[in-house]
């Protein structure tokens, strides 16, 4: 059974970065989607990018310009960077596959963004 893992997360002062990693379990030559959700405390899961198969992307509103979500199939991965980061960043991340038959959720990364 195809397990995500993610790693990456920790505590950084507004303005800083941070890179993502999903580590996947399964091959992700079929992989029909890609994506990076987050929850804040007392709100609910949002999406924050995804990526397509074909390498198509699209981002939540709030983090254009300054997160961008990429793959490498070689390591079987798919990463989010996060740069200008913001205290309403703050939340649990989690990362996303869409395997056509199936689909998997990781456990998740905290990011916490303060000064």
């Known amino acids: 059974q195809v397990q995500l893992v993610e790693s990456g997360g920790g505590l950084v002062q507004p303005g800083g970065s941070l890179r993502l990693s999903c580590a996947s379990s399964?091959?992700?030559?079929?992989?029909?989607?890609m994506a990076w959700y987050r929850q804040a405390p007392g709100k609910q899961r949002e999406l924050v990018a995804s990526?397509?198969?074909?390498?198509?992307?699209n981002y939540a509103d709030s983090v254009k310009g300054r997160f961008t979500i990429f793959r490498d199939n070689a390591k079987n991965t798919w990463s989010l960077q996060m740069n200008s980061l913001k205290p309403e960043d703050t939340g649990v991340y989690y990362c996303?596959?869409?395997?056509?038959?199936?689909?998997?959720w990781g456990r998740g990364t905290q990011v916490t963004v303060s000064s």
């Open positions: 996303w596959g869409d395997y056509g038959w199936y689909r998997r």
């Open positions: 399964g091959s992700m030559d079929s992989i029909n989607q």
């Open positions: 990526i397509t198969g074909g390498g198509s992307t």
